[in-house]
């Protein structure tokens, strides 16, 4: 598989990464622990180098589960995790931000324990706290890259500003955001300002939470457990209305001999060299599919027709609850 380059700093990472969130946590029930350990350690296998986790998921369950699979590969991979939501006495997340620099290195200690690592390839800020000035934050990650703890340091969901400042104190690798087809708002203030500090940007659902595959309707039911459930955007009407983009991407995946999931992704990858989609996935062949958008060739022609066609498409539902968009830094 072909690398791409975060940052000034030179994170090498494979073109195509692997979010693990799905694998224990928000999409319904984790898969069973010997599967999730097989298809982690499949995945590298077939190229990949890049893995992406955060305390919260599961919580921490998550971050164990992918020290435990790629533990045969240190030195060969690099693992990305999350700090920034509190947690109680007895580890259980408050729904609160708390990046005091204090709990960063607490909780940082906890993630290299439970991912059996000396180092954290890269270490991102999960949301911004606003009870936190981000130069404090970037400082701190600064003092745990000195140490030796970590290696890199990214912001995940945040704004221009926020970026600007924690950078002028600790140079950022990356910035993670949602990022798809049916989500372009880094197109018009993210991207070019990363563009222009030198800093790499990681694509999260970058097929739409899965709407993007085609294999999701108004008629599909998530389980009880999936918090597509509580997403404005995934409501029966909504998804019903967003099949534009889906007809879009599927018509021209079928003349490119493509799956609608991997038009999508080589449309993301196709936008800056810098980018990296990390879609998540529980199964083999889905992982395997995903992958073959790295053979996915778009023209210039093809990537004018897309953004024409859907510049004419409204997309339906915000993308978080109510609750979650207030994280949102921007």
């Known amino acids: 598989m072909r690398k791409r380059v975060l940052g000034k700093d030179g994170l090498e990472v494979s073109g ?3 979010g693990c969130m799905g694998l224990s946590h928000g999409y ?41 699979a790629l533990a045969p590969f240190h030195g060969q991979v690099a693992i990305a995790t999350k700090f920034g ?5 007895d580890g259980k997340p408050t729904g609160a931000l708390d990046s005091r620099p204090a709990s960063i290195r607490r909780t940082t200690e906890g993630s290299l324990q439970r991912l059996g690592v000396e180092t954290i390839d890269l270490l991102y800020q999960h949301r911004v706290d606003p009870n936190v000035p981000i130069e404090d934050v970037a400082g701190t990650v600064q003092e745990l890259i000195t140490e030796g703890k970590v290696k890199h340091f990214g912001l995940s ?5 926020t970026i600007r400042r924690a950078h002028a104190v600790q140079p950022v690798t990356a910035v993670q955001s949602e990022y798809s087809l049916w989500w372009r708002e880094p197109e018009a203030e993210i991207l070019p300002t990363l563009e222009a500090l030198g800093i790499g940007f990681v694509a999260f659902s970058p097929l739409g939470k899965g709407f993007l595959t085609g294999k999701i309707d108004e008629t599909t039911t998530f389980d009880s457990s999936d918090f597509r459930n509580t997403v404005p955007r995934f409501a029966p009407e909504n ?25 999508a992704l080589s449309w993301v990858s196709a936008q800056r060299p810098w980018i990296v989609p990390i ?13 073959g958008a790295a053979n996915v060739e778009l023209t210039p022609g093809d990537l004018r027709e897309i953004d024409t066609a859907a510049s004419r498409i409204t997309v339906h539902g915000h993308r978080y609850s109510e609750g979650a968009q207030k994280m949102i830094d921007r």
Do not use: C
């Open 157 to 161: 969901e945040a704004g221009v500003r």
């Open 85 to 89: 939501f509190a947690f109680d006495a």
């Open 279 to 291: 879609p998540g996935t529980t199964k083999l062949h889905r992982l395997e599919e995903n992958l």
């Open 16 to 18: 195509l990464g692997l």
């Open 28 to 68: 319904g029930p984790a898969t069973g622990r010997p599967d999730a350990v097989a298809l982690l350690r499949a995945a590298v296998e077939r190229g990949v180098t890049f893995f992406d986790t955060a305390q919260i998921y599961g919580p921490f369950t998550n971050e164990r589960l992918v020290g435990e």
């Open 239 to 263: 998804r019903s209305a967003n099949q534009a983009v889906v007809d879009l991407i599927g018509g021209i995946a079928a003349r490119k001999g493509a799956t609608p999931a991997q038009l």
